[in-house]
């Protein structure tokens, strides 16, 4: 009588990295291999398990029901494995893996891009995927691994914790400001073009801000992308409500109403519950905490400290 079809850890790990994927090319990128040896892999996880864990189609594998019952099992057995593995370098806090960072533009780009060096000194071995797409990336469907986000999530298995409340203004560039008359109230924002979100794209209630500064602003000129709108600032388009945290690093660009004109807003720490004992993805969350915390002046500018909000 044979002995039935085996399958190993390893099958599980070109599993999981299919399943969060939903391609060949991009999981044997992440594992370093082929993408022949990926299939052939799943093909021996299916024929060990007897059953189909995707449908195959020309835009990619989709995971069928037995396989996304079968991705919470997996990822029971990766974080046991992660752990197990911690255990047994000494008790050292080398961490080894992939780790997905969902991130807005802003935050993405002006705040953790100036720490990565940091980040790579303390942990060579963790390989980091930062995506700043202008959209909510599901963790339920395993996109990002870790979300920071400008709402607190609601609801579902998720973990969740404030990272750091940050401060915004109206600015505009200098040479723009000297070309036009003095703004001493918000009704004079009436006369000026503002810079902003396209209004139905935005995809946080943290965004809405322009309401807050005046009811009746429209804007001229709107982009997804929060650089577009700085470099339209930076350039005289018009005014625009901007992170302290961003506008700080241009000296052209100038406070307007300065002591009537101030927006907090909050960025906060994201993870599925399953994920939290992860030695990968903790070191990364950690890691966010510790920069965060000792960059508190580049998110609250220095004229807020010690006002109530």
Known sequence: MSNPPQFTWDDLQFFLAVARTGQLSTAARQLRTSHAT????????EFALKVKLFERNPRGYVMTAMGARF?????????ETERLRADLADGSMTQRGVVRLSAPEGFSN???ATILAQFSAQHP???LELVTIQQIMSLSRKEADIAVVLDEPKGGPYFAEKLTDYHLQVYGSRDYLASRAPITSRDDLLQHPFISYIEEMIFAPGLDYLGDVHPRIKPQFQSSSI????????????????????ASRYPELERVLPDEVDLQRHYWISCHRDLLQSPRVRAVMDFLREAVTG?????TPPWIKGKPH
């Open 38 to 45: 990926v299939s052939r892999r799943i093909d021996r996880l």
């Open 71 to 79: 991705v919470e099992t997996a990822e029971k057995m990766e974080q």
């Open 110 to 112: 002006f705040f953790f």
């Open 125 to 127: 071995h963790l390989s």
């Open 227 to 246: 650089f577009a709108q700085l470099t339209a600032t930076r350039n005289g388009l018009g005014l625009c409500v901007l992170p302290y945290f961003i």
């Open 295 to 299: 960059s508190e002046a580049r998110f």
